[in-house]
């Protein structure tokens, strides 16, 4: 059964502080996502990796960044959380090969910057 | 204007009726069209994949493309409680490339 894990389900920060998400998938996915999700605006990506120490910005990098330094692990840094960085943050990783563009999820990260 | 349009609901509905969910887009390009069910405090979980125009069924779901109206739909036929999630449309132009989603309808489905 594949498995996209998420390392808390819930978090509550200060404005400020650095904060770590981390996302760990068992696939052998070479593709990873990470995207943030707030009522009405759907999922909107923040960046994504092809393979190990590559990444690309997505749609909203602003305040964020990552790294890749192992295939199955994938974090998300908010250098100095803001209040505005309160959102659910969703990992996901894909295969490469294939025809489908299927994505798996994690269960997601529910953060509070407060 | 965002690129995928989505109803945000919620769309409440007895036991047993059909449901239909719908995404508009603007841009012509799409060509592989994903339905996304995200139950309450989860993740979203792929539902059903259709490449290009027409209809595709899986047991009580039924995905439709419409290109020339760029129009999708997802019907639920005899739709149970178990149903009651948020429903994403995703899109994107290969499919390789990344997804563009819509903001999701919340479904409800009462006993």
């Known amino acids: 059964d594949v498995k996209v894990t998420q390392s808390s389900r819930y978090l509550v920060k200060r404005t400020g502080e650095k904060v770590f998400l981390e996302c760990v998938q068992d696939?052998?996915?070479?593709?990873m996502f990470w995207y943030r999700q707030d009522p009405g605006l759907g999922l909107r990506l923040i960046y994504f990796?092809?393979?190990?120490?590559?990444?690309e910005k997505g749609d909203i990098p602003e305040g964020y960044s990552v790294s890749r330094e192992k295939k199955e692990r994938f974090s998300l840094i908010l250098e100095s959380a803001s209040t505005n960085q309160t959102s659910m943050y969703l990992c996901?990783?894909?295969?490469?090969?294939?025809?489908?563009?299927?994505?798996?999820f994690g269960p997601g990260t529910r953060l509070t910057v407060l | 204007q965002k690129e995928v349009e989505q109803d945000p609901g919620p769309l409440s509905v007895p036991e047993g009726a059909i449901v239909s969910l719908n995404c508009t887009y603007s841009?012509?390009?799409?060509?592989?069209f994903m339905w996304y069910r995200q139950y309450s405090r989860k993740g979203p979980e792929l539902l059903m994949y259709?490449?290009?125009?027409g209809n595709k069924e899986d047991g009580r779901f039924t995905a439709q493309v419409d290109k020339s109206s760029k129009y999708i739909s997802l019907f639920i036929r005899d739709s149970q409680p178990s149903d009651s999630a948020t429903y994403l449309c995703?899109?994107?132009?290969?499919?390789?490339?990344?997804?563009?989603f819509g903001g999701g309808t919340r479904l409800m489905v009462k006993p």
């Open positions: 996901a990783s894909r295969k490469t090969s294939g025809y489908y563009n299927e994505q798996f």
């Open positions: 696939m052998d996915h070479e593709n």
């Open positions: 990796s092809y393979d190990v120490k590559m990444k």
């Open positions: 841009n012509s390009a799409f060509q592989y």
């Open positions: 259709t490449y290009s125009s």
């Open positions: 995703a899109m994107s132009v290969n499919a390789g490339n990344m997804l563009t």
